[in-house]
């Protein structure tokens, strides 16, 4: 059975910045936690937080990607060591586990998938991938939001066809 790679904070673990999760059946809507409930049923969630595992405390300041490729979170520290240490445990596991699918939270400077925060600290999102999405994506491995879990059940379906 295909086991798949889920952010931490997207299930219930709350490691995010602000010290909050992302409560999927609130935030996302019930389906989503009715898929995430049946993998978990499954065996199949490995889980972890890039941020946390890359070192980094909860709560924490904020940080968004830079053009020139950096991590700065909002006091101004450089924090991309611990980004791409957090993104390379994150890849290490999917290669443990032989992982070939992610579900990680989206706009995530760490998880974003489709959508990242511009660097600005504006609240204004621009199309890119996080640091761990991009690695992941760049290793072969599928990388889906929380809002296209559905996508994501019919990929690992096919996988297992
Ligand atoms: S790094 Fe990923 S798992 Fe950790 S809090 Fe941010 S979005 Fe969630």
Excluded: H
């Excluded at 904070?9 to 936690?33: H, I, S």
């Amino acid at each position: 059975m295909e086991k798949v790679l889920v952010s931490a904070c997207f299930l219930g673990n709350p490691v995010r910045y602000n010290g909050t999760d992302l409560n999927v059946a609130e935030k996302v809507d019930t389906q989503a936690q009715a898929i995430l409930d049946s993998w978990a049923k499954e065996g199949r969630i490995v889980s972890i937080c890039p941020e946390v595992s890359g070192g980094l405390p909860t709560p924490r300041p904020p940080a968004e990607l830079q053009l020139d490729g950096r991590v700065v979170d909002d006091t101004g520290e450089d924090v991309s060591s611990e980004f791409l240490k957090g993104a390379e445990n994150a890849l290490a596991l999917c290669q443990r586990f032989n992982i070939k699918v992610a579900v990680l939270t989206e706009s995530s400077p760490s998880c974003g998938s489709t959508l990242i925060y511009d660097g600005s600290f504006s609240n204004t999102k621009i199309p890119g991938k996080g640091i761990t999405a991009k690695l992941l994506s760049e290793n072969g491995i599928k990388v889906f939001s929380q809002f296209s879990l559905e996508e994501a059940r019919a990929f690992l379906e096919k996988l297992e066809a």
